[in-house]
């Protein structure tokens, strides 16, 4: 018998005949299953090789986003500031894309926080794969994206997600940050109207 078995054989005789030795061992066993079952979780710049994993990750969040291909991928991501995956045990589970001000960047919101914001950072989106949600991925990325602007001495971090059609969970998520609603838009001839929200960095 191995020393690791003879172990586990021991505890097993001493739950057995020692009443209050079950309540250690269910804990002692409990924690011995988390840790070695613990996910990895690491944040790193987003590569090219992650980009069939943003792609796909975006398809299955794109009624919130905007459709995007590699190509496209590959553009905002060279106008990009800040651009960083999420990944659970080496897999892509999440990403951030955002631009700073006075990049080549066209798109409606980017443009309506351009004409009224000097300096400031634009969340262009945000996803996390439904398989990996509950495991707080969305914040850790916030959290490191206002650590990123609060280093380059970028005041303001923008943003907009959707109330016609509404998006819940995102208004939720994005007031635990402090953002604020400093406006409002239709897009897509009518198609859709989006909250456009501002956090001071602090």
Same mark, same amino acid.
């Given at each position: 018998?191995? /020393?690791? *078995? ?45 980009? /069939? &994993? ?6 299955? *969040?794109?009624?919130?986003? &905007?459709? #995007?291909? %590699?190509?496209?991928?590959? %553009?905002? +991501?060279?106008? &990009? ?9 080496? /897999? ?9 001000? +006075? ?7 980017? *443009? ?43 005041? #303001?971090?923008?943003? %907009? ?6 998006? *819940?969970? &995102?208004?939720?998520? +994005?007031?635990?940050?402090?953002? %604020? ?22």
């Amino acid at each position: 018998m191995r /020393a690791g *078995e003879r172990f586990m054989y021991i505890c097993e005789q001493m739950y057995k005949r020692i009443p209050f030795f079950k309540a250690f061992f269910i804990a002692f066993t409990n924690i011995l299953t988390k840790i070695f079952t613990m996910e990895k979780i690491l944040l790193r710049n987003a590569e090219a090789a992650d980009f /069939a &994993s943003i792609v796909a990750l975006n398809a299955s *969040e794109v009624q919130h986003t &905007s459709p #995007m291909d %590699e190509v496209c991928t590959q %553009e905002l +991501h060279a106008l &990009s500031a800040y651009h960083r995956v999420a990944t659970v045990d080496g /897999a892509v589970a999440a990403f951030l894309l955002a631009m700073q001000d +006075h990049a080549s960047y066209r798109n409606d919101n980017y *443009e309506w926080f351009a004409a009224r914001y000097e300096r400031f950072l634009y969340v262009d989106r945000i996803v996390v794969g439904n398989a990996f949600q509950g495991r707080k991925l969305g914040s850790l990325l916030y959290d490191d994206l206002f650590a990123f602007a609060r280093n380059a001495g970028i005041p #303001m971090i923008t943003c %907009e997600f959707n109330i016609v059609p509404p998006n *819940e969970p &995102s208004r939720i998520f +994005h007031d635990k940050f402090g953002f %604020e609603e400093v406006g409002t838009q239709w897009l897509g001839g009518g198609a859709k109207q989006v909250s456009l929200r501002a956090a001071r960095i602090q």
